[in-house]
């Protein structure tokens, strides 16, 4: 099943070139292991996040689609992929141009120095090939053993919940991790041992009837909570729980292969949440070193116009969105200049003259040690936050859009610092997902599922917010509402089983 | 040896036909058709199947760019500018719309699926034999062009090693004139069935927009059909009002006159058409004829009736008529029809359709006999 096969020849020599180039700027990184296939490998790869191996599911077959149709139409193409394991692997697409590989190689680079020190990324598991392998092998099995519609569809339902993350888990090294399942394995253990002393049921018929309780995944049961869970003890300490994905994994009422494949699915979704949460700076750390290696060192005269071709095509400009590897590349730049020439700190913000301010510059030369430190240390919210100037946000033609419900269209809405500064950081957070919590494992003193949608100026769109509960309530087998804010009011929605209606109160 | 995407991949196009089969009376009725993409595969648009997630309304959310303007000035652009460069590994969550390719057969399967279609018989004597040539054996004779060289060598290798004049140390080898091979061909012989379906439509004054909309949403799903049920196929169009000519495709789904119906012209038309093209023992002929019911005069229906009975219905596997309903047409000639055949004549199909939401209906009428 090999498609994809090590670089040799002028690549390996490029690659040697570029490696030195990136360790005499001081870049650091695991092993990179460079591949070359076709477009038809980068597009199966790329569908599957990367892995060759994932678990088997229909909508990898649908990115393939839609990325391998990307080709023929011209929409996209894809030049790089870069894998955040240990060794690092990235595939150079075997159609490219030898200019096009020199850059997208240096680019890698660039990645691989950001995977190995970003802060954020400290507790990503850097044997992620072996650990989607197993997931795939594993969901593999239950597909044997319960029916591939029948796996696949669980999935489906939760797939909905892959945004249900709490980013603090990303603190928490594997070390944190064990001692924690051994503590709460040592206190499940004495809840049985209690529930033992003042139960006379042994523990067989116990879960025998938990596993009674753990019906068939099938809305049209009606599932009778069984007595065993205790709903009021679940409840006890689970307000504020944004890690939704554990907190089913580990209480819904379903089979241990079901549970199995929800911590498969959780563990994937953390691995992936470090890039969701640094898009910006990932590129413009990638995108810098592309661009100071091939215009410093790597490129030779003849190849300048098509550097410069593909370069400003990445960093192309739109009304629509903010390009992460414009924006990021200008930030390191910018920050670069300022700790160089001294524009930063209390003198030169007090400073009124705007001439003066113009041409300020101390002969610091700390603009690279700084970045350095930079990429080290922040993700995109503090990233901006601390680093997005009024200056910055002038040069970069920045402003805020929003939908005009009269003409029907989105509009330009204001070029106000402050305004697009609290917008920037507001697509940002929570890393751009609404951020939900659970309220209560045990609303209405019936075991039904209170979420708590922490409403920060945007609403949810209801029609997606009814699926997904839709297929939590799958998983939970009780009602589930939600508490959010609709047009500045507040409401709350349930979920039962049946239709997604608001709760009337 | 396939990389097990491509097994997600075929999973995704089961599950996006179901999809498609699900909807087809919405996509039916709602006129909306498949795009043509060249070589029997269409491509049909849907919205795309994402997983629902509790995710931020899109209108409300707005948003930040980069660029020129002056407040107040959209930014709505063209989809697709913006970001050319690359793709990265991570989420990429857009709102696309899906494209999905079809081929004739896969889309004419759904509509069979879904409208329980039974294939057709083609007329057993309407068989054509064609005979068609492929280089697929190896023969001793041939012209230089159609040299195997490769099996000419192997012979020539097998011959050396038999009479002991192969040396592996100096491994020559001469191909002699008996050891030549050529490719060679195997002639197979294909029956072939064709089809031609002959479109008569009524675009007097009564027929309007929407009746002829209907006549077009129809007659495509009817030639996706027909197409995946005859290896060969050919339409032909008629317009008529009080007189008769026929036209290419698009002039048939535009062209709307005044004036009287005649029905008998069309009929005439096609008659002719049959005669001078379509030998009946060779094709399987489908004439279908839409109008709103509204002809001139009895006579001319009792004319209509003469012209089916003798020429056409001997010809044809099976005469349809659809009837579009107009405020203006009387439905008449669909009575007389329903007179002379009823609604179990094994070469007569009859069928009314209301509105758009009856096409599907109609095709079924149509093709459910599997004639």
New interface residues.
Partial sequence: ?N?SKPIQGELLRLKEEIEQYAIDYGLTYYPVVFEVCNYDTIC?L?????F??RY???????E????S?GNIYG?????????NTDPCYAYLLSSNRIVDQKLVMAHVYGHADFFKNNAWFRTTDKRMMDVMANHGTKIRKYMNRYGQDKV?IFI?AV??????LDVNVLFETAEVVRKREELEKTAHEEELREDDDDDVRSKVLKSYMKSKAKNELSPEEVVVPNEKYDFKKMDANVKGTRDIMKFLMQNAPIEEWQSDIIGCLREEAYY?LP??MT?IMN?GWASYWHSKIMTNKALKSSEIIDFAD?HS???????????P???GIELFRDIEHRWDTGKFGKEYLECTDMKKKESWDMKLGLGREKIFEVRKSHNDITFLDEYFTEEFCQR????????N?R?G???????DFQG?KQ??LQ?LTNFG??L?EIESSNYNNRGEMLLR?VHQG?????S?????M??IFLIWKRPVNIATVTEEKEYIYVYDGESFKPVKS | MDHPVKRDHARFRKIIKGRIRDNLKKYVSGGEMPIPKGKGVFKVPMPQIETPRFKFGDKQQGGTGQGDGEPGDPVDGQQGDGKPGQGEVGDTEGNKELEVELSVEELAAILGDELELPNIEPKGKKSLESTTNKYSSIGTVGPDSLKHYKRSYREALKRQVATGTYDSKNPIIIPIKSDMRYRSSNTTVEYENSAVVIYMMDVSGSMGDEQKEIVRTESFWINLWLKSQYKDIEIRYIIHDATAKEVEEEVFFKTRESGGTLISSALKLCREIIQEDYNSSEWNIYPFHFSDGDNWSTDDTKLCLEILDKDILPNSNVFCYGQVESRYGSGQFYKDLHTKYGTDNESVILSKIKNKDAILESIKDFLGKGK
């Fill in positions: 099943m498609r199966i790329a569908a599957q996040g990367g060759p191996s088997p599911h229909w909508r990898f077959g649908m393939y689609d839609q990325l149709k929409f996209q193409k894809i030049y790089e992929l870069v894998i696949e489906d797939n909905s919940l892959e945004n249900l992936f890039q969701r898009k590129e593909v095509g990445v960093m192309a400009m739109s009304p629509k969105s903010i390009n590897y414009k924006i970069q033609q920045i402003f805020t859009y929003k939908f419900p003409t269209r989105n509009e330009i809405d204001t070029r697009i917008k920037l697509q997902q609404p939900i949608h945007v609403d949810l769109d209801l997606f917010a009814a699926d997904t839709k297929n």
